[in-house]
């Protein structure tokens, strides 16, 4: 059952770290917030700042894990446990890869509501098995 959606403001910032290079993104957009079978859920349109133009991401978060989904130009299901690792596929418009995630540590802080304030999820990307980067994603909700 989808509930109401509320306007939000995103403050989403990412930090990658690879053997090259460190970098970092940050930027701030509008969304949707809603709860969605016993989940909160924030969605919103990706522009060229992320590199993902065109896209819509929807990013889900209960007891048990983060779930963040991409569809557009971008498709993919990538999922976050605390010590887990997970596998998914990648789809770009310049091909589709396999990648695995590993999951060091996801935290959430919620409001009076239950409803996510922010979300930080500390990763590491895996693509052909090798260890490609070290990864966190924060994003800060607010009303």
Same mark, same amino acid.
């Given at each position: 059952?989808?509930?109401?959606?509320?306007?939000?403001?995103?403050?989403?910032?990412?930090?990658?770290?690879?053997?090259?290079?460190?970098?970092?993104?940050?930027?701030?957009?509008?969304?949707?917030?809603?709860?969605?079978?016993?989940?909160?859920?924030?969605?919103?349109?990706?522009?060229?700042?992320?590199?993902?133009?065109?896209?819509?991401?929807?990013?889900?978060?209960?007891? *048990? /894990?983060?779930?963040?989904?991409?569809?557009?130009?971008? #498709?993919?299901?990538? @999922?976050?446990? +605390?010590?887990?690792? !997970?596998?998914?596929?990648?789809?770009?418009?310049?091909?589709?890869?396999?990648?695995?995630?590993?999951?060091?540590?996801?935290?959430?802080?919620?409001?009076? *509501? /239950?409803?996510?304030?922010?979300?930080?999820?500390?990763? #590491?990307?895996?693509? @052909?098995?090798? +260890?490609?980067?070290? !990864?966190?994603?924060?994003?800060?909700?607010?009303?």
């Amino acid at each position: 059952m989808t509930e109401q959606r509320k306007k939000v403001w995103l403050s989403i910032s990412g930090k990658i770290k690879n053997e090259e290079d460190k970098e970092t993104l940050e930027f701030l957009t509008e969304g949707d917030l809603y709860k969605e079978n016993n989940r909160s859920c924030v969605t919103y349109i990706e522009s060229e700042v992320s590199g993902m133009e065109g896209t819509t991401t929807t990013v889900c978060v209960d007891a *048990e /894990k983060v779930s963040v989904i991409r569809l557009g130009t971008t #498709n993919s299901i990538m @999922e976050f446990e +605390t010590g887990k690792r !997970n596998l998914t596929w990648y789809s770009t418009p310049y091909g589709d890869v396999t990648m695995g995630i590993f999951t060091k540590d996801v935290f959430i802080n919620y409001n009076d *509501e /239950k409803e996510p304030t922010r979300v930080s999820i500390d990763y #590491n990307i895996e693509i @052909e098995g090798v +260890t490609n980067s070290q !990864n966190v994603l924060n994003i800060k909700i607010t009303q």
